[in-house]
């Protein structure tokens, strides 16, 4: 994670991920089947990281569906995900996951469990009669909204605030809770 950070994608050879980490070459060699594999295994790390600070957001918001709703958005734009960091080796993982057909698969399963996270919080804010479609598609929105947002505020942290971008998260909720989707 660290030498992604620090080198980008381009930069992270055995040789250098091995020198980041005070290990031989031959170690990581042992573990890993290669460069590839470290990286989708960091990639599962980084991911899972993120999941559990999102659930622990969600488990100290109370029983009310719509405050852990809200918890599970915001937590996004709060440390430890609000990190330079994280935001270096996320992007990295997002623009290696575009040429890399087994980052691609892990890219896919982490935002699967993203959404299969957010949207029991969703549909616990809407009518019975929900459709799967629309809690779907309202997921796959929202991820795509905490996403940008999150790019955005690490990217130009003085456009707006993490705080702002919590309101602007919580407004698009407000008025798609109101209103589903309408899922063919």
């Given at each position: 994670m660290r030498c992604l950070a620090d080198k980008g994608a381009a930069g992270c050879s055995v040789r250098a991920i091995c020198n980041e980490a005070g290990v031989s070459p031959g170690l990581l060699t042992h573990y890993f089947t290669g460069v590839d594999d470290l990286m989708a295994a960091t990639y599962r790390e980084v991911g899972g990281r993120v999941a559990v600070t999102l659930a622990e957001a969600v488990e100290a918001a109370g029983e009310r569906a719509r405050d852990r709703l809200r918890a599970y958005v915001v937590a996004s734009f709060r440390p430890p995900v609000m990190d330079p960091v994280l935001l270096a080796t996320w992007v990295a993982f997002w623009s290696l996951s575009r040429g890399d057909a087994g980052l691609r698969?892990?890219?896919?399963?982490?935002?699967?469990?993203?959404?299969?996270?957010?949207?029991?919080?969703?549909?616990?804010?809407?009518?019975?009669?929900?459709?799967?479609g629309d809690v779907r598609l309202m997921g796959v929105g929202l991820t795509a909204l905490v996403d940008g947002l999150w790019l955005e505020l690490c990217l130009d942290g003085g456009a707006f605030t993490a705080e702002e971008a919590g309101r602007v998260a919580e407004r698009w909720l407000d008025d798609l809770l109101a209103r589903p989707l309408v899922s063919d």
């Open positions: 698969l892990v890219h896919q399963e982490i935002y699967a469990l993203y959404r299969g996270d957010l949207e029991p919080l969703i549909r616990a804010c809407l009518p019975a009669d929900a459709r799967d």
